[in-house]
């Protein structure tokens, strides 16, 4: 049965089991590869979109689920505040090395600086930790968003 | 700066046209330049006649200037995250007097003549740290004779000494007279310019941008969701199709009931293999609804009931034998029996598994003509020659298209995945992308090989090593990989970090004993040989030490008047960790220093252990001398990266097998260091003119002994098996 879905601000239409992972809709149906699978699992976080401004594994999330909700990626990022500030963190920083997980890193780091403005070590690892990077750019990431909350500027 | 073809929608089926048109011209040996050491040899590309290219200059395999001005930098190494698509580009515009904004990046298509890697025999291969080093002279050499060529062409356009001209950002300047003329305008002169027999290389005090931390020229499109992995291509028409292969290795698909697979929406075929089953669906999601509901009956072969254990008690009996002799220094029986004390230990090391990020994944369309395969891989020319023998087809019947890889590692240098993706793909009309489960990923990867080490020595009255003793088994990669360069029982890369230590020992012998563990295929990691070799010999240095009583750095330091580089860097490291101040209680400092892939490299990690035996690294202290820098942010980003890589092994990192099945399956039960466990990593380069040595994977050798010596000193227990077991770090109550 089709199911209708907002995606960065737009309805896209799909005709897949309603109990499809969003991940493979928007991979895979809609051609939106820029969020990456990982593990399926909910273990590793490379496949993190928006649901609602929250950061949710669309790896295990079923797109009947998120039917009246606004769904974000990496895509249109860049278009929030916070993700626009995350993305020239990254960029100053270099960040990135292979690339696959960032997508994902970045999403969960958005939506912290989005609703922390000003994230201490201990915020950045309860929002980070569910993101695995096996190029290990962890020191990076932390600094890069502590860049972006510094660019915040003072009580946020 | 634009990544061509590497980013969406440009990505996909269209080939990269000069690339290939670049590779189609027959090329020889260029004449030695000017510049030295052992690269001079190497066989470098170029243009027999003239260096016309179809729509510019294109005076060898790696630079194309268009007439439109466009400069095209084809990259022979590929991008896995270690920077190479930087560090290649900044090698070729220092030359080239190019600015890194000018230039365009295409993947070379698989063509071993153009592209292969002098370094790994010729296979065209991204490995082994070694990417700088193989074109630190040839790609230079490159640049500079494009430079040379266009600025020939300047001189004659306005008959003046071409000693009177010069060449920036693109252009060649007449200071004399105030004239420029842009690259792209001489494109056509300039290809038309005899290929000189020699340049002259520029002296390091004038290079611009090597040794200048240059921005990453693939991290826009890594940050914006746009970067094309091999994952994420998308063919018109193309289907997804997810597997499962035998779960024992070596075992085949006795019978398969598919009606309920067939069921689920979105599935569109089943393919049965001889030791596989491939559902084929409208997208991953319906792939894997099907794969869940086959009904597969195995018949598990010879390797049934095969546990690690087993592998183990092999390799453990093969040390009572002698090996092939990799070292032999002095007579070390001798010292031995002569030595005051003695010290001996046996170390293990366990089967590891590389888990990219990206899973492993194919994309495959066969023809009855031809045959087009998109990939993220290392070895770019068997990943074609395999897809040729898979389909009966001739080699130049199939097309490869290369694409940025998320996470190489070693697993990447194996054509595994391809191979099954073309035997898959055959059975289906149209484009089908392969893509593993993560699960599927993790039982069916090659894995760094199971070691099993036999290591003693003989110390002074002072303390001092006389005599050092090391019989190690295992399998070896190169062996299979790469068969001329196993000889008389020995490769390269298995004694690396084992043979040639940093220390002055008098008397020294090493042995190897290849020993391939049955029903388990075993590859290169990150590291490879020395992962295995510098924790052996670096915490038995650390034993050393303890039973001369001595302070691991100062035991070390006695030992490398010999060789001042790694004396530096020791010395460098121990400083700005400040070795020696007082921790708390079960808190340590550990120290490793070596020599692997031409860097010396010494880490000092402190550890803290709770009293339920969890291991937390707090702190890792780099200094590395790899001689000459290209980019110093790349050498600071490969350490800080292998560091986490090799902590994640020591702490984590174990594949085992159980009724010969591989136990772990995901993230879960094969666990990788996480945010909140990653430690501070300070790295500190030393200034070096030396010959560049290797960065991606020396970090991750070093940290594993630094973590395990750490928790010695922290604890005092002495750690010779990986991963590490916190049981016994429990404290006593």
Known sequence: ?156 | MILNHLTSPAAGPGRSPSANDFSRRSFLQAGAAAGGGLLLSLRLPFATGDAEAADGFAPNAFIGIGRDGQIVLTMPYVEMGQGTYTSIPMLIAEELEVDLKQVKLEHAPPNEKLYGNPLLGGVQATGNSNAIRAAWQPLRQAGAIARTMLVSAAAKRWNVDPASCRAQSGEVLHPPTGRSITYGKLAADAARVPIPKGVVLKRAEDFKLIGTPAKRLDTPSKVNGTAVYGIDVRPPGVKIATLAQSPVFGGRVKRVDDSAAKAVKGVRQIVRLDDAVAVVADHMGAAKKGLAALVIEWDDGPHAKLDTDDIVSELETATLNSGAVAQNIGNTDKAMASAVTKVEATYQVPFLAHATMEPMNCTVHVRKDGCEVWVGNQVLARAQATAAKTTGLPLDKVVVHNHLIGGGFGRRLEIDGVTRAVEIAKHVDGPVKVVWTREEDIQHDMYRPYWFDRISAGLDEKGMPVAWNHRFAGSSVIARWAPPLFNNGLDPDTTDGAIDLVYALPNMHVEYLRVEPPGIPTAFWRSVGPSHNVFVTESFMDELAAAAKQDPVAYRLVLLDKTPRAKAVLALAAEKAGWGQPLPQRVGRGVSVQFVFATYLAQVAEVEVSKDGAVRVRRVVCAVDCGTVVNPDTVRAQIQSAVMFGITAALYGKITLKDGRVEQTNFDTYQILRMNEAPAVEVHVVQSSELPGGMGEAGTSAIVPAVTNAIFAATGKRLRKLPIDTAVLKQSA
Request: glycine residues 10%; aromatic residues 4%; proline residues 3%.
């Open chain 1, 1 to 156: 049965m089709p199911t209708t879905i907002k995606v960065n601000g737009v309805d896209r239409t799909v005709d897949v089991d309603s109990d499809t992972a969003l991940l493979w809709v928007l991979r895979d149906v809609l051609g939106m590869t820029g969020t990456k699978f990982g593990c399926g699992m909910a273990l590793c976080g490379a496949c993190t979109v928006h649901v609602d401004g929250v950061a949710t594994r669309s790896c295990i999330t079923p797109i009947d689920s998120v039917s009246a909700s606004e769904i974000t990626t990496i895509e249109a990022i860049g278009a929030t505040a916070a993700g626009a500030k995350i993305q020239k963190a990254w960029l100053d920083r270099e960040v990135v090395q292979c690339g696959y997980c960032q997508s994902g890193q970045i999403m969960s780091a958005s939506a912290l600086l989005a609703s922390n403005p000003h994230p201490t070590d201990s915020d950045i690892d309860d929002a980070m930790s569910g993101n695995i990077c096996r190029c290990g750019t962890y020191v990076r990431i932390r600094e890069a968003i502590k860049q972006a909350a510094q660019s915040n500027g003072q009580g946020g």
